[in-house]
């Protein structure tokens, strides 16, 4: 059993910043998805392991995925929050060889999946 591990979850003030951070190896590709308190979980961010990276429309130029192969570590830089970005956030990884960019948001792509860290922001 594969488990990715989030920590950097937090309570802040709207504008401010947070950094997640998410621990697992071996993954061709891997996200951060997000569930809000009565909705769906929904992708935020995607990277693959030579770099490419999908954003979310509503996060788009506030948060940046990245990662760190040495550490084993992936992370979102997330500014400007605000209180709609209040969520569960979670880490996902997959390990396929082949896959469509298009899809990368998508929650039947991943296998693996963290236990989550709470973000709320305030107003």
């Known amino acids: 059993q594969v488990q990715p591990v989030e920590s950097g979850g937090g309570s802040v003030q709207s504008g401010g910043s947070l950094r997640l951070s998410c621990v697992g190896s071996?993954?061709?590709?891997m996200a951060w998805f997000r569930q809000p308190p009565g909705k769906e979980r929904e992708g935020v961010a995607a990277?693959?392991?030579?770099?490419?990276?999908s954003y979310t429309a509503s996060v788009e130029g506030r948060f940046t995925i990245s990662q760190d192969n040495a550490a084993n570590t992936m992370f979102l830089q997330m500014t400007d929050l605000k209180p709609n970005d209040t969520a569960v956030y979670y880490c996902?990884?997959?390990?396929?060889?082949?896959?469509?960019?298009?899809?990368?948001?998508?929650?039947?792509?991943?296998?693996?999946w963290g236990q989550g860290t709470q973000v709320t922001v305030s107003s």
């Open positions: 071996g993954y061709t590709y």
């Open positions: 990277i693959t392991s030579r770099g490419r990276k």
């Open positions: 996902a990884g997959d390990r396929a060889r082949t896959f469509d960019l298009a899809y990368l948001l998508h929650r039947e792509m991943y296998t693996d």
